[in-house]
């Protein structure tokens, strides 16, 4: 009985370990310990993949949180932004690589400076 609550022990010690490490975002599992820069990491991926035009998130737009042209805007819709990247509804009729992804969810997490 002994040995069987220490293989127990030390096995759920082993899993709590894998599922988690350094800089973690919460339950995402996304290791958000370098920092992301808005100007350098998220800007370029929102205006190229979501600010194109008036029927996405260019100036004018209605669509969603609307124009996603500043960052005032992009803070603003920061969470709406979160949600559909992160389950891939956004953008529209393409998709993120991991990297565009967890570029833009880590700068979120982690905050969204104007840096």
Do not use: E
Not at 14 to 19: G, K, V, Y
Not at 42 to 49: A, E, G, R
Request: aromatic residues 4%; proline residues 3%.
């Amino acid at each position: 009985m002994k040995k069987a609550i220490i293989i127990i022990a030390v096995s759920g010690s082993i899993a709590m370990a894998a599922c988690s490490k350094s800089g973690d975002s919460g339950s995402s599992g996304i290791d958000c310990s370098v920092s992301r820069s808005y100007a350098t990491d998220v800007s370029p991926i929102i205006q190229s993949s979501c600010a194109t035009s008036s029927g996405c998130h260019a100036s004018g737009s209605t669509n969603g949180p609307g124009a996603l042209t500043t960052y005032q805007q992009v803070f603003n819709a920061r969470n709406a932004i979160r949600t559909a990247v992160s389950n891939g509804t956004m953008p529209q009729g393409s998709s993120l690589s991991t990297v565009k992804k967890n570029n833009i969810i880590c700068w979120i997490d982690n905050g969204a400076s104007n840096n």
